[in-house]
């Protein structure tokens, strides 16, 4: 099991002169490093992060990780920096938006849970929020900005499992550059391949794009 953590773009919504991954939380930990703190407590050694804005801010700061770098963060989305890293990796592998914050239990969900997972939360969501819809069997049928009606937040940690990353990898390359990484997921849905809806709403999970998210992060993870 290898961890990818995607770290590359500017987070131009949320307005801070470094990379918002560096975000310090009440503890005074950044998010970052949280979720660096929780995949190896849940026993993942080789965890990929994917930098671009400011790469050498989080390089000093995190350099017990491996590193990927997408030079083009500037042009494109999480399409094609999480392929920067899924490219010549061969296993099965867990992913995050950098920008999410999460109790560990959010985590070890998304792993104990076999095959291709997408780690959802049912609620009301808002336009900007990546929204999903899922069959009666409980696997994903649409993800994305625009799913309509949704069944709640994609809350940005999946997992593939080892079989079925070529397939993702190709889909990943079949996606424009301005593309999220859900793109793929969708284009892996049309060639028959499945991912599991984990319901994690029962935990605390905040992905921060803006001042609000942040807001309601601290107050969320003040304890």
Known sequence: MKAVLLAAGVGSRLGRPFPKSLVKLPDGERILGRQIRTLRE???EEIYVVVGFKMGLIMEEFPNV????????????TSKSLLCAFEDLDDEIIWLNGDVIADPE???????????????D???????????????DGFIQAISKTVHPAHGEAVGINKISREDLPMFVSCL??????????????????RKGRFRAQDISEHRCIEVDFE???RQALDMFSG
């Open 66 to 77: 491996f590193f990927r770098y997408n030079p083009f963060y500037y042009i494109t989305n």
């Open 106 to 120: 959010v985590l070890s969900l998304v792993l104990e849970n076999k095959g291709n997972v997408a780690a959802v």
């Open 122 to 136: 049912r609620k009301k969501c808002g336009p900007e929020e990546v929204k999903y819809a899922a069959d009666k």
């Open 42 to 44: 849940l026993g993942i």
């Open 173 to 190: 390359q079949d996606c424009a550059d301005e593309d999220f990484f859900e793109k793929a997921m969708e284009k892996m849905i049309e």
């Open 212 to 214: 609000d998210d942040l």
